[in-house]
């Protein structure tokens, strides 16, 4: 296998510079993309003592097979010898909230094309940015019954995927795939009892016209395959077998004999079964301050508010926690703000899925207004903030901003709005947007509920304005109007609208290290010379909030506060994308004094492209 020197490796040292000393041990670090909303996506990096390949493990893709997160998770404490590793423990939350395979599409079924339709394409956005930077991926599931290749019963035939390493074809290009999984069966299967239980190797033939799995070509590995062309192999454990901690064992056993086929030495932490066993039990929730506890009722007066904290969890497997609301299953309460508008008779906890806690709610009392309010007045949030809007008002937006139509002030019944142009479950659009979390981006809106609007004009001059400041060429008209409607029944139709305005970059603010600030005007594409040293990365001047902006520098997340290393020969790119979708803004590369800029270097994203030797080295606390 090749082995790419990843500057992101490089990069990974400034990281655990910034962060703050009990978020790091040696070697490793963790960022959550998607911070805040529904579909938070944790990932970890752990740099090796010694260099080498990079390689990703991913778990979690569909939320009912918890040995795969659970696998993943355990490995983020491993001590990485040689090489790197990117571990991504729960690839997708919502479906773990739920222990279901999906809850809008399959998300391992989103990976031919970049789609835009719901929160699992922008997780999949992710995924294939990180994977990017790596030179192999191995993906852990838990699969029915036990593969065989050929029927033996219902439990043990070629369609079912337990205890099998998948991979899609025996040789593709010069990856041997079919010889890795031979080596790590013959280290892996003499010490696995009973030997029913053994892994086979699973060829699901994904490029011939006659194979039976060919759903698999929009399938991550298939993915890192014909895309990135590294390797890429699945290890499935069998949802058949009911002891979870010998599960996790094999799994992380067959994951590290992969790990050492492919360069990657690793330490691995222990696995204890009654930590495996119990370790999504303790769990701490406070609801409006109080903490939860067993037969609890929470008293709530109309319109009052609701919010849920829990304490952070330092255990080993950090599991992943949701409060839900009776009337609104699937929303989360611990990312999600809620008033108390109309009766629900409970709320239910879960950690990694499993129900672990419940209480009533009660609202008692009257509305401070009557259900008779004429006009009516809507309640909203815009990232997190209550909104109350009257009748025919408008909401002002940015794309990326998070929305949750909450209801009708002084209304206990529930009510139906109606976001015209937004379907907010798969399968699913019976006109109520009510409690679900809206990431305002007009590309995944239906083009034909767009509204003419002129009513925006000055802010869009400003706009412009602002953009010839930074050298940048206007673009106006880009503005996006929407209706919300009360859709009710036998209540009286009113709606408010939603304009939805570009978010703008005008700027960056970096501190040298003298402690004055440098303000660095926004040109996607441009380059910018700085005298040679080191910078702190301090914040983006936009039209909109900080937190809705993510910064990668030289394909790195990287927070406010990074120290930046700027040397003659290496240059740094610092590019910026929403927080909320990871759709790009664009890209700026940094020069040490009068460096010429590297054309080739410019152009380049997050795709896999071996960089040279020169790029930035960012600072270690090594």
Avoid at 6 to 35: K, M, Q
Avoid at 53 to 69: A, K, L, R, Y
Avoid at 264 to 269: C, G, K, M
Avoid at 449 to 478: C, F, I, K, V
Wanted: proline share 7%; glycine share 8%; aromatic share 8%.
């Amino acid at each position: 296998m090749k082995h790419i020197p990843n500057i992101a490796w490089i990069s990974l040292l400034l990281l655990l510079c910034a962060v703050p000393s009990s978020a790091e041990t040696h070697g490793r670090y963790d960022f959550t993309f998607f911070e805040g909303t529904q579909y938070p996506l944790t990932v970890f990096f752990l740099h090796g003592d010694q260099d080498g390949p990079t390689i990703m493990v991913q778990g979690g893709i569909q939320g009912d097979e918890p040995s795969g997160f659970i696998t993943a998770q355990l490995l983020t404490h491993a001590r990485v010898r040689k090489g790197n590793l990117i571990i991504v423990p729960r690839a997708n939350v919502p479906s773990i909230n739920l222990r279901t395979r999906q809850i809008n599409v399959d998300m391992n079924r989103r990976f031919d094309r970049d789609y835009n339709a719901f929160y699992e394409d922008r997780l999949a956005r992710v995924v294939r940015f990180l994977l990017a930077q790596s030179d192999a991926l191995i993906h852990l599931h838990e699969g029915s019954g036990f593969y065989h290749p050929t029927y033996v019963d219902s439990l043990r035939n070629p369609m079912r995927y337990g205890q099998s390493i998948i991979i899609d074809a025996m040789v593709y290009g010069r990856l041997n795939l079919g010889r890795a999984v031979d080596d790590v069966l013959a280290e892996l299967n003499p010490h696995i009892s009973p030997k029913s239980y053994r892994f086979q190797l699973f060829n699901t033939r994904t490029f011939d016209d006659a194979t039976n799995y060919a759903e698999m070509r929009k399938s991550l590995t298939c993915y890192a395959l014909t895309t990135l062309n590294i390797p890429a192999l699945a290890v499935e454990v069998s949802k058949s077998i009911t002891q979870l901690d010998w599960k996790v064992q094999r799994q992380m056993e067959a994951t590290l004999a992969l790990l050492r086929h492919y360069g990657v030495d690793v330490e691995a932490p222990s696995i204890r079964p009654d930590v495996v066993a119990d370790y999504a039990d303790n769990v701490h929730v406070r609801v409006n301050g109080q903490p939860l506890s067993p037969g609890h009722t929470i008293d709530l007066a109309p319109g009052a508010p609701l919010t849920v904290e829990t304490e952070p969890d330092n255990s080993e497997l950090a599991p992943a926690l949701a409060v839900f609301a009776s009337d609104r299953p699937g929303v989360n309460l611990v990312n999600t703000p809620r008033l108390a508008l109309e009766s629900f008779h409970g709320i239910e906890v879960r950690s990694d899925g499993r129900k672990v806690a419940s209480a009533r709610v009660r609202v008692r009392g009257k509305p401070a207004t009557a259900e008779t309010l004429a006009p009516p007045v809507f309640v909203c949030w815009l990232n997190g903030e209550p909104r109350f809007l009257h009748e025919g008002e408008t909401l002002r937006a940015l794309v990326g901003d998070q929305l949750i139509l909450e209801g009708i002030w002084g209304s206990l019944r529930e009510e139906v709005l109606n976001l015209k142009g937004y379907v907010a479950q798969a399968g699913s659009n019976d006109g109520q947007d009510c409690g679900w979390e809206i990431i305002l981006d007009p590309d995944n809106f239906m083009d034909k509920y767009r509204l003419e609007s002129h009513a925006d004009s000055a802010m869009d001059a400003t706009r412009n304005a602002l953009a010839r400041w930074a050298g940048r060429t206007p673009q106006a008209g880009r503005t996006a109007r929407f209706r919300v409607v009360r859709e009710t029944p036998s209540m009286r139709r009113a709606e408010f609208y939603i304009s939805v305005q570009p978010r703008t970059v005008h700027a960056l603010r970096l501190r040298d290290r003298h402690g004055d600030s440098v303000l660095v005007p926004w040109q996607p594409g441009g380059t910018f010379p700085l005298p040679e040293g080191r910078y702190v990365l301090e914040d983006a001047w936009s039209n909109g909030p900080a937190n809705k902006l993510l910064t990668t520098a030289n394909d790195l997340p990287v927070r406010a506060g990074t120290d930046l290393h700027l040397e003659p020969g290496r240059p740094l790119r610092l590019s910026l994308r929403q927080a909320t979708t990871f759709a790009p803004i664009g890209t700026m590369t940094f020069l040490a004094g009068g460096e010429q800029p590297d054309r080739a270097g410019l152009s380049r994203t997050a795709e896999r492209t071996a960089p040279s030797s020169g790029e930035s080295e960012l600072s270690s606390p090594f």
